[in-house]
T-cell receptor, first 109, second 113 residues
Framework: KNEVEQSPQNLTAQEGEFITINCSYS?????LHWLQQHPGGGIVSLFM???GKKKHGRLIATINIQEKHSSLHITASHPRDSAVYIC???????????FGEGTQLTVNP | EAQVTQNPRYLITVTGKKLTVTCSQN?????MSWYRQDPGLGLRQIYY???????DKGDVPEGYKVSRKEKRNFPLILESPSPNQTSLYFC????????????FGSGTRLTVV
């Protein structure tokens, strides 16, 4: 079993839909990261969170430390949101990152 | 502009020919790291550095070397590349490991034939 698991692996949505991507982890963490990888390959850090909820524009990230689960929500999705979304957690020692396999999101116009 | 610069973006080389992928950041970040990304395996950490002259192995360090002689630079060295090192490589930096966000380089697509 992977230490970080994401679901779904692939997600296709229509423009305007509300999207949720889930991340579950089995290691103890200090923080969880959500990353976005564009079709060209570049990676952008979206959120780093250790508790509660963060919001940036149409993106919302939540984390439940007790349940070891985080969600990334996209409201009013748009084709430009099409990308791979990756969650990552530092291992207990804090010095290594472990990544989920990513969720490929396609938003159709 | 705050950024992590990787070079080259694309590289095709032959087995056994030593190569270096450079990584430089202009944000005075303490932490730098290298990752490789492969289909079906996702991102995996190769090496990381907590500060100048401090480096340590990640999950897949075999066949790679790194050095951190200056804070801004963290080159990845393949002494004798092999075809199984064909991959997409990313360098990243952070103020400090764990509780700060990361800035990633644009990636280096390496093919070893």
């Amino acid at each position: 079993k992977n230490e970080v698991e994401q679901s779904p692996q692939n997600l296709t949505a229509q423009e305007g839909e509300f999207i949720t991507i889930n991340c579950s982890y089995s290691v103890g963490i200090s923080a969880l990261h959500w990353l976005q990888q564009h079709p060209g390959g570049g990676i952008v850090s979206l959120f780093m969170l250790s508790s509660g909820k963060k919001k940036h524009g149409r993106l919302i990230a939540t984390i439940n430390i007790q349940e070891k689960h985080s969600s990334l929500h996209i409201t009013a999705s748009h084709p430009r949101d099409s990308a791979v979304y990756i969650c990552a957690v530092p291992k207990t020692s804090g010095s290594r990152l472990t990544f989920g396999e990513g969720t490929q999101l396609t938003v159709n116009p | 502009e705050a950024q992590v610069t990787q070079n080259p973006r694309y590289l095709i080389t032959v087995t056994g020919k030593k190569l270096t992928v450079t990584c430089s950041q202009n944000m005075n970040h303490e932490y730098m790291s290298w990752y490789r990304q492969d289909p079906g395996l996702g991102l995996r950490q190769i090496y990381y550095s907590m500060n100048v002259e401090v480096t340590d192995k990640g999950d897949v360090p075999e066949g790679y070397k790194v050095s951190r002689k200056e804070k801004r630079n963290f080159p990845l060295i393949l002494e004798s590349p092999s075809p199984n090192q064909t991959s997409l490589y990313f360098c990243a930096s952070s103020v400090m490991q764990g509780t700060y966000g990361y800035t990633f380089g644009s990636g280096t697509r390496l093919t070893v034939v």
